[in-house]
């Protein structure tokens, strides 16, 4: 589901004037989130597929503020295409950065965290394929990954601030 | 709370876990519900929690960029920190991170760790020539640049080295398929496959090595393919949207106009094809499947067929080959036989 909505996350954070705007993206999905946690008693069964549900339709509703030229909405797709075209050169360069820093990265990971990160993101393989293929338990698998996410994470709000 | 950069990172932390388990599926309710309250309990879990799977996109889309030896990396002793294993056979690794390290701060650790391709453009500069060698595995193709931002697209079970010099970018298709968008450079570049040599004049191109004859597919600018690796005659001129077909035992060569959007959709692993013979689908699909396309008899696989489907897809690989009245499919445990129907007099009996 990540990966589908991976241009849509991009256009949540890197977006023209960003920052700010990023910013009252995340508290208005909060708030529609928060809302309807309180208002459905926490019987959300789903919460990650509500949580984007509430950030596309806000991310529709923006793009119709901007006035952009308007689009079959109901198609998730376009609103997807949409969001990734608009970014601007800037966006583009600071992504590259991005990718060569975690290309950096990855390299200095251990060779079965690489490994465990490559079959779930770059091949889509299920937790369980992935142990099964490792000689490891899926429980080992999810801490691959968990491992590795957070240090690219950390690495990059790191440089994001030392720049 | 106190320390505002060890709970920023026990949060991303949380936020990777919860992330993890969500791709793990099969949670229970209440874990959904745990999720839930994580989420809500704060708008820094939520944006933390966004911003996590706004880096796992980023890591597909930077993983799908790196040539990967998955095999090798799982092969590795888990505790160890070997060179080489991110980049197939670097020839000359260790001159290139010597010669490199004075550059940018990052690159001993990078180089250390098995050095990237960002790491390539930086040092070709610095150590000519350079070699290199990459493959691709079964089901897996893949995309890289080369030290001068030639852009590779590898089909699957294929495996090419290259060898640039101060004067010449020369790369050696050793077997399968693959396309190059050459980079503008000074340098002529040629891609040497099966005897033959497709000198590049500005372009991209395909060359792929199939059972009896080479293919090369120009999408656009122009290449010259010359026999006896060179040195021999002019074979084709290709230009833009032109096929040429070389038999690798008399060179006969046919050359024909195709849609260039046909040439390049293996780099979305989406099998197209216009009037080609069954064998060659059955080949290109088999690089990307584990269940195989088995060809039972000569008439089947040289029967023309124009289609255009997604090359992980089965079930529509399937229905396109039952809709072919000549053709008759049977499923087996990893495989899909494909042999000629019957036909007598009308009559379509069942052997």
Same mark, same amino acid.
């Given at each position: 589901?990540?990966?589908?909505?991976?241009?849509v996350l991009r256009g949540f954070f890197v977006r023209?004037g960003a920052n700010d705007e990023a910013e009252d993206m995340v508290q208005e999905t909060y708030l529609r989130l928060l809302r309807a946690h309180q208002?459905? &008693? &926490?019987?959300?069964?789903?919460p990650?597929?509500y949580l984007f549900t509430v950030a596309l339709n806000l991310a529709r509703e923006q793009a119709?503020r901007?006035?952009?030229?308007?689009?079959?909405?109901?198609?998730?797709?376009?609103?997807?295409?949409?969001?990734?075209?608009?970014?601007?050169?800037?966006?583009?360069?600071?992504?590259?950065?991005?990718?060569?820093?975690?290309?950096? *990265? *990855?390299?200095?990971?251990?060779?079965?965290?690489?490994?465990?990160?490559?079959?779930?993101?770059?091949? &889509?393989?299920?937790?369980?394929?992935?142990?099964?293929?490792? &000689?490891?338990?899926?429980?080992?698998?999810?801490?691959?990954?968990?491992?590795?996410?957070?240090?690219?994470?950390?690495?990059?709000?790191?440089?994001?601030?030392?720049? | 709370?106190?320390?505002?950069?060890?709970?920023q990172?026990?949060i991303?932390?949380?936020a990777?876990?919860?992330?993890? %388990?969500?791709?793990?599926?099969?949670?229970?309710?209440?874990?959904?519900?745990?999720?839930m309250?994580w989420l809500v309990a704060s708008p820094a879990h939520l944006r933390e929690y966004l911003a996590i799977g706004r880096? #796992?996109?980023?890591?597909?889309?930077?993983?799908?960029?790196?040539?990967?030896?998955?095999? #090798?990396?799982?092969?590795?002793?888990?505790?160890?920190?070997?060179?080489?294993?991110?980049?197939?056979?670097?020839?000359? /690794?260790? #001159?290139? +991170?010597?010669?490199?390290?004075?550059?940018?701060?990052?690159?001993?650790?990078?180089?250390?760790?098995?050095?990237?391709?960002?790491?390539?453009?930086?040092?070709?500069?610095?150590?000519?020539?350079?070699?290199?060698?990459?493959?691709?595995?079964?089901?897996?193709?893949?995309?890289?640049?080369?030290?001068?931002?030639?852009?590779?697209? %590898?089909?699957?079970?294929?495996?090419?080295?290259?060898?640039?010099?101060?004067?010449?970018?020369?790369?050696?298709?050793?077997?399968?398929?693959?396309?190059?968008?050459?980079?503008?450079?000074?340098?002529?570049?040629?891609?040497?496959?099966?005897?033959?040599?497709?000198?590049?004049?500005?372009?991209?191109?395909?060359?792929?090595?199939?059972?009896?004859?080479?293919?090369?597919?120009?999408?656009?600018?122009?290449?010259?393919?010359?026999?006896?690796?060179?040195?021999?005659?002019?074979?084709?001129?290709?230009?833009?949207?032109?096929?040429?077909?070389?038999?690798?035992?008399?060179?006969?060569?046919?050359?024909?106009?195709?849609?260039?959007? +046909?040439? +390049?959709?293996?780099? /979305?692993?989406?099998?197209?094809?216009?009037?080609?013979?069954?064998?060659?689908?059955?080949?290109?699909?088999?690089?990307?499947?584990?269940?195989?396309?088995?060809?039972?008899?000569?008439?089947?696989?040289?029967?023309?067929?124009?289609?255009? %489907?997604?090359?992980?897809?089965?079930?529509? %690989?399937?229905?396109?080959?039952?809709? /072919?009245?000549?053709?008759?499919?049977?499923?087996?445990?990893?495989?899909?036989?494909?042999?000629?129907?019957?036909?007598?007099?009308?009559?379509?009996?069942?052997?």
């Amino acid at each position: 589901m990540f990966a589908e909505h991976g241009p849509v996350l991009r256009g949540f954070f890197v977006r023209r004037g960003a920052n700010d705007e990023a910013e009252d993206m995340v508290q208005e999905t909060y708030l529609r989130l928060l809302r309807a946690h309180q208002s459905q &008693g &926490g019987a959300i069964a789903n919460p990650e597929a509500y949580l984007f549900t509430v950030a596309l339709n806000l991310a529709r509703e923006q793009a119709v503020r901007r006035r952009r030229p308007l689009l079959p909405i109901d198609e998730l797709e376009n609103i997807t295409t949409l969001l990734s075209a608009e970014e601007s050169v800037e966006d583009a360069a600071e992504r590259a950065q991005r990718r060569q820093r975690l290309q950096q *990265l *990855l390299g200095t990971l251990p060779e079965h965290t690489r490994a465990v990160l490559v079959m779930q993101y770059r091949d &889509g393989l299920s937790y369980k394929q992935i142990a099964e293929r490792l &000689g490891v338990s899926s429980h080992m698998v999810k801490k691959h990954v968990v491992r590795g996410l957070s240090v690219c994470r950390r690495a990059l709000v790191d440089t994001a601030e030392a720049w | 709370m106190n320390d505002p950069k060890s709970s920023q990172a026990d949060i991303a932390h949380d936020a990777a876990h919860w992330h993890a %388990l969500q791709r793990q599926g099969g949670l229970s309710p209440s874990q959904q519900a745990r999720f839930m309250d994580w989420l809500v309990a704060s708008p820094a879990h939520l944006r933390e929690y966004l911003a996590i799977g706004r880096v #796992a996109a980023e890591l597909r889309d930077a993983l799908r960029a790196m040539p990967i030896d998955l095999d #090798a990396l799982i092969a590795s002793e888990p505790a160890r920190e070997t060179v080489g294993n991110v980049v197939a056979l670097p020839i000359r /690794q260790g #001159a290139r +991170t010597a010669n490199a390290r004075p550059r940018r701060r990052f690159l001993p650790r990078m180089a250390a760790a098995g050095a990237p391709l960002a790491c390539i453009g930086i040092a070709a500069h610095v150590a000519w020539p350079q070699s290199e060698r990459y493959a691709a595995a079964h089901g897996a193709p893949r995309s890289f640049e080369l030290p001068d931002r030639t852009v590779v697209h %590898l089909n699957a079970e294929s495996e090419l080295s290259m060898r640039f010099d101060l004067f010449r970018r020369r790369v050696e298709l050793v077997r399968g398929q693959a396309s190059f968008v050459v980079a503008a450079n000074r340098r002529p570049f040629a891609v040497h496959a099966a005897g033959l040599q497709v000198r590049d004049i500005g372009t991209t191109f395909d060359v792929a090595l199939l059972r009896e004859q080479a293919r090369i597919d120009v999408a656009d600018g122009r290449v010259q393919v010359l026999g006896e690796a060179g040195k021999g005659r002019l074979l084709a001129d290709l230009s833009a949207g032109q096929r040429a077909r070389i038999d690798y035992r008399d060179h006969a060569v046919s050359v024909s106009q195709e849609d260039v959007s +046909t040439m +390049t959709a293996w780099w /979305q692993r989406r099998i197209v094809f216009r009037d080609a013979p069954l064998r060659e689908v059955a080949e290109q699909f088999n690089r990307l499947n584990a269940v195989r396309l088995q060809v039972d008899d000569a008439a089947a696989g040289a029967l023309r067929i124009t289609g255009n %489907l997604s090359g992980d897809d089965l079930a529509s %690989l399937r229905a396109f080959l039952d809709e /072919q009245p000549a053709l008759k499919t049977t499923m087996a445990a990893d495989r899909i036989v494909v042999r000629t129907r019957a036909i007598s007099g009308g009559d379509t009996r069942r052997r």
